[in-house]
């Protein structure tokens, strides 16, 4: 799909597909939607005077990204300012997808699934294929799928997690399998020190008095369930998975696009990312390998939405209580590589990266440090920490059409909770994206960088 027209809109967008190697996919017709794209920017009649690339984030499916797209760049046009800016916006499609929504069926009981009112359970055999195709279809990773599925499959959905004996051996094993497939004992900060299934187990039994209007953070049911509890340390596995997808899909494929628009077009560029695609713009940015280089121009704008990715992951010096050093994308932040503003949104309704993200990233070892700021938690819930010059602004609100420019070169942390504020399952707010006023701040950003060129 070279190019989408939003229904009932006069506005468009190209949209890019790319398998997990980060390379693109063709579209039906054998034609290359990237080329297309590359192609138009290239032309001087097309006076493009900028360009947007927008990530979907984590749990996206293809039909997912257009969704979120559609909703996104068809909730306000920003060109009605008559600010003389020519938009061409770009929408990058990964994959993303993590786990399905369904319940399971037992073999022995006839349904494994999330209770009595599960509309569409999953046979063993279809979990199997599903997980097997994200984390990699190998038969020691089948094997080690089945034994955690079929374990799931004799816990009755109701049964209560408090209290429960540890994980049996034979299951423990095939998770120290997955782990060791998917990468968990390589580069990862957090799994590399010794992550172990039981621990994930063990908080997800531990008595805990969930808050109101709150739902499963790791499946259907409260996680105190026995059965979520079984296939928490799972859950966890795959977030790390797709977070590393997501780094890697941006360094690659992500960066490779940027740098080939620049080569095409003088036009500004802005990054535009949600949940874990503000991992994927950021790598882009920043670029693969240990010592990254910037783009061969800066980019102007770089508009990160209720981010699942480290509240340090920018800062170039790391509390030593978490351990020092520089964040993985404390790069970024140099003028070289981002020229004009970094706008970061936060919002306490986002349950998915409040109280998800640190569940998953830090199940066993969450603590606060002095200002209250936690060990594992995402910017879309404590905005960038830990970078000089930080500005955190006033709150967003409804109808807000104005705000006081940015300036080149600085991080703005925005609560948005009264904009972003919209519940929707177990995940919150988190995908409450289509506000106008979420796009003028994108938009807001990318003038400033009209200045600072």
Do not use: C
Not at 95 to 103: E, H, I, L, M, Y
Not at 259 to 276: C, D, K, N
Not at 384 to 394: D, H, N, R, S
């Amino acid at each position: 799909m070279a190019l989408r027209r939003i229904p009932g809109t006069d506005q468009q967008y190209h949209l890019i597909a790319y398998d997990k190697r980060g390379d693109e996919i063709a579209d039906a017709d054998g034609s290359s939607a990237r080329e297309a794209a590359l192609a138009e920017l290239a032309s001087p009649a097309a006076g493009i005077t900028d360009v947007f690339v927008i990530s979907h984030g984590w749990q996206g499916d293809y039909q997912d990204a257009i969704r979120q797209y559609d909703r996104w760049v068809g909730a306000v046009n920003p060109d009605e300012a008559g600010d003389g800016i020519r938009p061409f916006v770009i929408g990058l499609h990964w994959p993303s997808k993590a786990w399905s929504d369904r319940g399971l069926k037992s073999g022995s009981r006839g349904l494994l699934s999330a209770g009595d009112d599960d509309p569409d359970p999953q046979t063993v055999d279809e979990a199997v294929d599903e997980y097997a195709e994200r984390l990699g279809d190998d038969p020691e990773i089948r094997e080690a799928l089945r034994t955690v599925f079929e374990h799931a499959a004799d816990v009755d959905p109701d049964d209560d997690a408090s209290g429960s004996d540890d994980l049996p051996r034979d299951v423990r094993k095939a998770y120290a399998t997955l782990a060791e497939h998917i990468g968990a004992d390589g580069d990862d900060p957090l799994l590399s020190s010794g992550w172990d299934p039981t621990d994930a187990f063990a908080t997800a039994t531990a008595e805990q008095e969930p808050e109101a209007g709150t739902q499963a953070l790791l499946g259907g049911g409260w996680f105190r369930k026995l059965r979520e509890a079984v296939l928490t340390p799972l859950r966890q596995l795959t977030f790390w998975h797709g977070k590393n997808q997501a780094r890697e899909f941006g360094e690659n494929g992500a960066a490779r696009l940027l740098r080939e628009i620049q080569a095409a077009t003088p036009a500004r560029v802005h990054l535009l990312g949600h949940s874990f695609g503000t991992i994927v713009v950021s790598s882009a940015v920043r670029g693969p390998g240990s010592s990254p280089t910037p783009p061969s121009r800066p980019v102007d704008s770089l508009f990160l939405v209720q981010g699942a990715v480290s509240l340090w992951a920018f800062s170039n010096a790391v509390p030593s209580a978490i351990g020092g050093g520089r964040g993985y994308l404390s790069d970024v932040v140099r003028d070289d590589f981002v020229a004009g503003p970094i706008v970061v949104t936060r919002s306490k309704w986002d349950y998915a990266v409040g109280r998800f993200y640190p569940l998953a990233v830090g199940i066993a070892g969450e603590y606060l440090l002095g200002d209250d700021l936690p060990k594992y938690g995402g910017i879309g819930a404590f905005g960038v920490q830990g970078v000089a010059g930080t500005i955190e602004l006033p709150p967003l609100q409804k109808g807000a059409r104005e705000r006081d420019a940015f300036a080149p070169g600085v991080v703005y942390n925005i609560d948005a909770q009264n904009v972003i504020a919209t519940l929707e399952g177990a995940s919150g707010a988190h995908n409450d994206l289509a506000h106008p006023e979420l796009v003028r701040l994108a938009w807001e950003a990318a003038l400033s960088g009209v200045e600072s060129r």
